[in-house]
């Protein structure tokens, strides 16, 4: 069974908007660790962002911002003022403890647009 | 600041063929994690090493072999190859909670 869903296939944005992409998990783990990872068309995977559980306060990198929602176990994404260079694959992903492996979901393509 | 380094970037194999993925970690890093990506699919894990000890298992097929050296690279035997067997396949090391990934390898098995 898939522990991390990603419900959007697809997203698309304009450049300088702002995009949110969803990701729910399924855990009975305290403490874990979030991650978002990004494939542009290299097939490069990028860590975009991190979230321990164990912190309240959000993750926030430059135009990349995350919304946590442990008790929803919800871990969206938003990427502000949107540049071409955005565009990619990207992948929420669930890790069990520091050394574990990482689980991700589906993926959502971000299409950025002029 | 040093990277995963996988090698080779890009493989052909015939069916029925061996194919051996080599991996690099960052210096330092104890941990190294195998990955298979299908076409349109998210990474699978594969196999991880901590220490140079096999420290998890993933959906690997027992075709597939995997070791860590005593310098810390890591090598992906594959045997037998198989057309669905075509994938990209990610190395990726840690120290701690973050993984960095290779560029991976991608193989193409005819």
């Known amino acids: 069974a898939q522990t991390v869903t990603q419900s959007q296939p697809e997203m698309s944005v304009q450049e300088a908007e702002t995009v949110t992409l969803s990701c729910t998990y399924d855990?009975?783990?305290?403490?874990?660790?979030l991650f978002w990872y990004k494939q542009p068309p290299s097939r490069q995977m990028i860590l975009v962002i991190r979230?321990?559980?164990?912190?309240?306060q959000n993750a926030t990198e430059n135009r990349f911002s995350v919304n946590f929602q442990k008790a929803a176990k919800s871990f969206s994404l938003k990427i502000s003022d949107s540049q071409l260079g955005d565009a990619a694959m990207y992948f929420c992903?669930?890790?069990?403890?520091?050394?574990?492996?990482?689980?991700f979901g589906a993926g959502t393509q971000v299409v950025v647009t002029p | 600041a040093a990277g995963v380094i996988q090698s080779p970037r890009h493989l052909i194999k015939e069916k029925r063929e061996t194919a051996t993925l080599k991996c690099y970690p960052i210096?330092?890093?104890?941990?190294v994690y195998w990955y298979q990506q299908g076409p349109g699919q998210d990474p699978q894990f594969l196999i991880s090493?901590?220490?140079?000890?096999?420290?998890d298992k993933g959906s690997i097929p027992d075709r597939f072999s995997a070791q860590q050296f005593s310098d810390y690279h890591s090598e992906l035997n594959m045997s037998s190859l198989e057309l669905g067997d075509s994938a990209l396949y990610f190395c990726?090391?840690?120290?701690?909670?973050?993984?960095?990934f290779g560029q991976g390898t991608r193989l193409t098995v005819v």
């Open positions: 990726a090391s840690s120290l701690d909670t973050e993984a960095f």
């Open positions: 855990t009975s783990e305290s403490d874990y660790y």
């Open positions: 979230q321990e559980a164990y912190k309240q």
């Open positions: 992903a669930y890790k069990a403890d520091s050394w574990g492996k990482l689980q």
């Open positions: 210096p330092r890093h104890d941990t």
């Open positions: 090493f901590y220490e140079k000890m096999q420290s």
